[in-house]
């Protein structure tokens, strides 16, 4: 099997992709893991849905402080050294989490934890971005992000199984130890410098953003990027938390609902990149995957209905005694993995628009900061405004509302969105 065949599987052939493939397994193990202790926290503390929500938002206001400057930073200096800062930012956070004892150290912890998730985030996706053949960026962008959902993935489930039998401290440990292996082999393996060939001294951070700002296609972006993650970072904070206070189910049931969504991510993500370098018409596949994770999201509180509908099955755990699995476990998981699918549809496309007009200016990663930054804005405020209106209303409310503001947002992008001409090249105009 060739370098260029065969997904991620083929890629991982290639020494500097596996390293940079490292860093998005570290990064994203470590957040579906810790998604998940967020709920154990939130049940052992007993917080309120606004303080559920801050969860989310104290991590997502820390990255909208840092997105925009960061963004310039890689394009302007080494990205290899800003990788191994942000892998090792991530096992100070690891150290942290174990010392937690109240929900304030927990929020504190989740501000360190923005900051490295953030650095790992813009820097690996820009390194792709600009090391990755022409012809073939989808499919680095894809099988990166396939990389990344497998790890999602063995965060849910082996991260969620850790959590239930060992607790936190060991588990921690674990996301440590990957995490160190990563940043040996980004040492080893990843070429000096990387990341953009920009000049320092051409022009300043905001005016890149704003000659990005002026292309409709970003514009577009942006706009549709405010309203989904408003909704979908509620349901990311909120699933695991419903199925833990709402249903009592253990960590390890937990991370088998988010395995669901992760799953099927895992699997098609790559054949998806595959397919928008053929097809073309990245905005159709945007406008699909965004509709059909509304509907998951929609399908969500509807686990309140299968008590008596779903019956309980009792489930052996390796090394402790058989667990009961609620009724409500498969229409959360069902729910989950139609998410999954939706993300697999999105997401290359949408990489790849970003990736291709921030080219225009040689600002990949300003691009991928202003995709960070919008996404930023509605996961500041998405997940506490979600908590808040779970408190004051219920389950239906909320998840609702995040399904809504997903399907709004979505429709604006379609109606807003025209590709620009190139930059530099003048469109031809009539005599």
Not at 255 to 268: H, Y
Not at 300 to 305: G, K, Q, T, W
Not at 308 to 315: E, L, Q
Not at 419 to 427: F, I
Request: proline share 3%.
């Amino acid at each position: 099997m060739s370098e260029d065949a065969g997904g991620a599987l083929g890629l991982l052939k290639n020494a500097e992709f596996r390293a940079l493939a490292s860093t998005a397994f570290a990064r994203s193990q470590a957040y579906s893991t810790i998604i998940i202790a967020l709920a154990l926290y939130a049940d052992l503390f007993s917080t309120s849905g606004f303080v559920e929500g801050l969860f989310g938002t104290v991590f997502a206001l820390t990255q909208l402080l840092i997105v925009l400057p960061l963004g310039r930073y890689v394009d302007t200096n080494n990205a290899k050294r800003i990788l191994l800062l942000g892998l090792g930012i991530n096992v100070v956070t690891f150290v942290g989490f174990t010392l937690v004892s109240a929900v304030e150290h927990v929020l504190l912890v989740r501000i360190l934890q923005g900051l490295g998730a953030s650095i790992l985030w813009i820097t690996g996706t820009t390194v792709v971005g600009e090391i990755g053949p022409e012809d073939a960026r989808g499919r680095w962008l894809g099988a990166y992000n396939q990389v990344g959902a497998f790890s999602s993935l063995a965060g849910d489930v082996v991260g969620g199984l850790l959590l239930t039998l060992y607790g936190f401290t060991l588990t921690y440990a674990v996301l440590s130890g990957v995490t160190l292996l990563s940043g040996l082999l980004v040492y080893r393996h990843l070429r000096d410098d990387p990341g953009g060939q920009a000049d320092p001294d051409d022009q300043g951070s905001v005016e890149t953003f704003r000659l990005l700002l002026d292309r409709t296609t970003v514009r577009a972006l942006v706009i549709f990027r405010l309203g989904l993650s408003f909704g979908k970072m509620a349901v990311l904070i909120f699933l695991p938390i419903y199925a833990r206070t709402g249903f009592g189910m253990s960590a390890l049931f937990v991370g088998g609902i988010l395995a669901g969504g992760k799953l099927t991510k895992a699997l098609t993500q790559g054949y998806v990149g595959d397919l928008t370098d053929r097809i073309g018409r990245k905005h159709r596949f945007v406008f699909v995957g965004a509709m059909l994770y509304a509907l998951g999201a929609a399908l969500i509180p509807l686990a309140e209905f299968a008590v008596g509908v779903v019956p309980a099955v009792a489930v052996p755990i390796p090394g402790a005694a058989a667990v009961t699995l609620p009724p409500a476990f498969l229409p959360l998981f069902v729910a989950f993995g139609v998410c999954g699918v939706a993300d697999s549809i999105r997401l290359p496309a949408s990489m790849a628009l970003f990736v291709e007009e921030g080219e225009q200016f040689d600002a990949v990663a300003g691009s991928m900061s202003l995709r960070s930054i919008a996404w930023k804005v509605g996961q500041v405020v998405g997940p506490v405004t979600v908590g808040t209106l779970w408190d004051y209303t219920d389950v239906f409310v909320a998840f609702w509302t995040a399904s809504a503001l997903i399907a709004v947002a979505t429709v604006a992008f379609l109606v807003l969105y025209r590709v620009d001409p190139a930059e530099g090249v003048e469109t031809a105009t009539a005599d």
